[in-house]
């Protein structure tokens, strides 16, 4: 790779995030590298300024900074395809628009890591939680080194594998997610994504011991504050799309089974979703 080539694409989803946006850009742009970097940016029809202040941006940072825009609102995961699709960067690095990086060397640390260590296809880094009024929720107060294979993201283990941290190889069969129908009907895209890219590379997850993004709970957050019990519903449909759509063996599907069991059953029998339970329990035995 010589040095006209793009080494970190940086691609970032947002809908009505005005109030955080120009945080989340001011992240990016503090980026001390040795490398070139692109920044690809997909406004989803916002109903406030948020275009407006990414357009302000795109004026100040012309050659820096990439705005794709739709003719109708298309969804988060749809935006996030489209921003992954066209990113050149051998690296994609992600955040969305209402959380933010605070570490000006993280994209270095990151490919620095990749660069090094060719058997991971993700890494990510540990991210201090806040709330809408900056408040902090939680934070790993003594962060050590982690890594995750594809049997451990199948069975819910990703501590701090959060999207803001999120750096992954670009390649064309980790690109192919865009064709799974079964993807665009996710509650947690990101988790997929992570499954989909170690599935098809055999690579595993590394998490760098350093905290170095924010991630925001706030009210109008697309996952973050949504009612219980469509969160648990939504939950309930991502494992049955997991079971359906990844392989794994008869140990892991008695694992898996333990997971719908203790985790799950009660919540359909107690909503009367006898046939989806009884669906679930028939492909794991």
């Given at each position: 790779?010589?040095?006209?080539?793009?080494?970190?694409?940086?691609?970032?989803?947002?809908?009505?995030?005005?109030?955080?946006?120009?945080?989340?850009?001011?992240?990016?742009?503090?980026?001390?590298?040795?490398?070139?970097?692109e920044i690809i940016i997909g406004e989803d029809c916002s109903k406030d300024n948020t275009r407006?202040?990414?357009?302000?941006?795109?004026?100040?940072?012309?050659?820096?900074?990439?705005?794709?825009?739709?003719?109708?609102?298309?969804?988060?995961?749809?935006?996030?395809?489209?921003?992954?699709?066209?990113?050149?960067?051998?690296?994609?690095?992600?955040?969305?628009?209402?959380?933010?990086?605070?570490?000006?060397?993280?994209?270095?640390?990151?490919?620095?890591?990749?660069?090094?260590?060719?058997?991971?296809?993700?890494?990510?880094?540990?991210s201090r939680v806040i709330d809408d009024n900056s408040e902090l929720i939680y934070e790993n107060?003594?962060?050590?080194?982690?890594?995750?294979?594809?049997?451990?993201?199948?069975?819910?283990?990703?501590?701090?594998?959060?999207?803001?941290?999120?750096m992954i190889k670009n390649n064309c069969g980790i690109k192919k997610i865009c064709l799974e129908?079964?993807?665009?009907?996710?509650?947690?895209?990101?988790?997929?994504?992570?499954?989909?890219?170690?599935?098809?590379?055999?690579?595993?997850?590394?998490?760098?011991?350093?905290?170095?993004?924010?991630?925001?709970?706030?009210?109008?957050?697309?996952?973050?504050?949504?009612?219980?019990?469509?969160?648990?519903?939504?939950?309930?449909?991502?494992?049955?799309?997991?079971?359906?759509?990844?392989?794994?063996?008869?140990?892991?599907?008695?694992?898996?089974?333990?997971?719908?069991?203790?985790?799950?059953?009660?919540?359909?029998?107690?909503?009367?979703?006898?046939?989806?339970?009884?669906?679930?329990?028939?492909?794991?035995?």
């Amino acid at each position: 790779m010589n040095n006209s080539e793009i080494m970190v694409s940086i691609c970032c989803i947002t809908y009505n995030h005005q109030k955080y946006i120009a945080q989340a850009l001011d992240g990016f742009l503090m980026q001390e590298t040795n490398f070139k970097y692109e920044i690809i940016i997909g406004e989803d029809c916002s109903k406030d300024n948020t275009r407006a202040i990414i357009e302000d941006y795109c004026q100040k940072y012309p050659n820096k900074i990439q705005l794709l825009t739709y003719e109708s609102n298309i969804g988060g995961i749809k935006n996030q395809i489209e921003t992954f699709n066209i990113s050149k960067g051998k690296y994609v690095a992600m955040c969305d628009g209402d959380d933010y990086w605070t570490d000006p060397l993280k994209l270095q640390k990151q490919v620095d890591f990749m660069e090094s260590n060719p058997n991971y296809v993700i890494c990510c880094h540990y991210s201090r939680v806040i709330d809408d009024n900056s408040e902090l929720i939680y934070e790993n107060p003594s962060p050590i080194s982690l890594e995750f294979d594809y049997e451990d993201v199948l069975l819910g283990k990703k501590d701090e594998t959060r999207i803001c941290s999120l750096m992954i190889k670009n390649n064309c069969g980790i690109k192919k997610i865009c064709l799974e129908n079964w993807y665009y009907n996710t509650f947690g895209a990101d988790t997929f994504l992570k499954l989909y890219a170690m599935a098809n590379t055999n690579e595993k997850i590394y998490v760098l011991p350093e905290v170095m993004a924010v991630y925001r709970l706030h009210k109008d957050g697309v996952y973050s504050l949504i009612d219980g019990r469509v969160r648990k519903s939504k939950m309930i449909n991502d494992f049955n799309i997991l079971i359906n759509n990844f392989s794994y063996s008869a140990h892991y599907k008695k694992e898996l089974l333990k997971i719908y069991i203790t985790q799950y059953f009660l919540f359909d029998i107690r909503h009367y979703n006898f046939q989806k339970a009884l669906n679930t329990i028939i492909t794991l035995v």
